[in-house]
């Protein structure tokens, strides 16, 4: 369980937490412009897609690690009526998790969501416009120092 779970998951963690911390730290320098408000949003979403991934990676595998170090204690649960079904199940949901990665980036990554229909144009039912090839998202919420009220970056 230490190699197949927790090592995958604190390695994640510890990494994706330095990304992270970098990144929604990360302030733009010098006057607030809306390229740098919509970099900061960007940065900000990318450390939320992350901390999904490692959340999914996490509830997926954990039926499965626990299933082993049960019937290593118990081996008589193996010979229960429908176990087969549920290891089953158990096994199908851990090897889901690498399935569910791109499903997240195409949710939370407008980037990702428009490459994969650039790469997908020739389905019938994929439409691409040009202003989806071009569309930048909008951002007025946040400032550059990450809250509404400041306009500037100030220094410490």
Avoid at 34 to 46: G, H, M, P, T, V
Avoid at 57 to 78: E, K, M, N, R
Avoid at 130 to 150: D, F, I, Q
């Amino acid at each position: 369980m230490f190699l197949t779970y927790f090592l995958p998951i604190g390695s994640m963690t510890f990494t994706y937490a330095r990304v992270g911390l970098e990144l929604w730290g990360s302030q733009s320098i010098g006057e607030c412009t809306q390229r740098q408000l919509e970099n900061i949003k960007s940065k900000r979403r990318a450390v939320k897609m992350m901390m999904t991934v490692v959340l999914i990676f996490a509830v997926c595998w954990l039926p499965f690690q626990v299933y082993f170090i049960v019937t290593s204690y118990d081996p008589g649960i193996t010979n229960l009526p429908y176990i087969q079904e549920v290891y089953l199940g158990i096994y199908w949901l851990a090897m889901s998790n690498s399935m569910y990665n791109p499903i997240i980036y195409c949710w939370m990554n407008s980037r990702f969501r428009r490459g994969f229909k650039q790469f997908f144009q020739w389905c019938p039912f994929v439409r691409l416009t040009p202003e989806t090839l071009t569309r930048r998202e909008v951002v007025t919420k946040y400032s550059c120092a990450g809250s509404p009220e400041h306009h500037r970056i100030v220094r410490n």
